[in-house]
């Protein structure tokens, strides 16, 4: 498998109070399988989808006081620790590492300016996505954040991203490309994200059909906070599950309009 550029968004997991609940939902809404969990890595359990790897789900660490259920997107560097500089030079926080995990690779932790959490990771067994943009996997995924133009600025000093705005003076959301691929959004939270919902990356995981994913996310405790709605990117719906972890479904071969025009930012 060839190595993945830097900057390519490889892997996601999440850390849930309740895991056997977190795997009861995913593997009832998205068909998830998993992985026995690995004590000498933190009871880390790994997902799949069709036999690939797609994601992982881990407890809170020992200690940890009012852990918060959240999934974190995690992109791909050739060096952890020269990521781990670009990321303090650029404004951001290394929130945990660089460290190493066993022979699989090495990750950090960080935070973009504006508060917007995020993962690195410098491959080495466990090359990350096994599975992509396919139902049951990692689609795609967007930042949302309160200070875009502390974004704007740090993700493309970090990566090599080219930034591209949407040719619309009503809308303000960018994309950051990697050579010929788009692959990381940016988004304003307005109003309507109350104060205590703080930034995040928003994961999009694809669905054969969006409408039945929402419906069945919602019986399993799940809540629709906006959608679904057809786009010329597919026809998609933002949720939290159960425990309150923000996460978004897209069924990418609904689409629906004119692709929007871009423009260098």
Excluded at 118 to 126: E, I, L, R
Excluded at 148 to 156: I, L, Q
Excluded at 238 to 253: R, Y
Aim: charged share 20%.
């Amino acid at each position: 498998m060839v190595a993945l550029p830097e900057g390519m968004p490889c892997w996601a997991d999440a850390m849930f109070p309740d895991v056997e609940g977190a795997k009861g939902f995913y593997g009832d809404l998205l068909g998830w399988t998993f992985a026995e969990s690995s004590a000498e890595f933190g009871n880390y359990t790994q997902a799949y989808s069709d036999g690939k790897a797609v994601a992982a789900v881990v407890p809170p660490m020992p200690g940890q006081a009012d852990p918060v259920a959240a999934w974190c997107l995690y992109f791909a560097s050739p060096d952890a620790a020269a990521t781990a500089k670009k990321i303090g030079d650029s404004g951001g926080e290394v929130v945990m590492g660089p460290m190493q995990v066993g022979e699989f690779g090495s990750m950090l932790l960080a935070k973009d300016p504006g508060g917007v959490a995020f993962g690195v990771w410098q491959a080495g067994t466990h090359e990350g996505f096994e599975k992509r943009g396919e139902t049951g996997s990692f689609c795609w995924a967007e930042v949302f954040t309160r200070q875009p133009e502390k974004a704007d600025v740090f993700f493309p000093a970090v990566f090599p991203y080219r930034v591209r705005r949407m040719d619309d003076p009503q809308v303000d959301f960018k994309v950051f490309d990697l050579g010929d691929d788009t692959v990381l959004g940016r988004m304003v939270m307005a109003d309507e994200f109350p104060a205590e919902v703080p930034p995040y990356v928003n994961i999009f995981f694809a669905v054969a059909d969006c409408d039945a994913a929402v419906e069945k996310a919602q019986k399993g405790g799940g809540e629709l906070k906006f959608g679904p709605m057809s786009t010329p990117f597919g026809r998609f719906a933002a949720l939290t599950d159960p425990q309150g972890a923000a996460f978004s479904v897209i069924d990418p071969g609904k689409t629906e309009g004119e692709m929007p025009p871009m423009a260098d930012a």
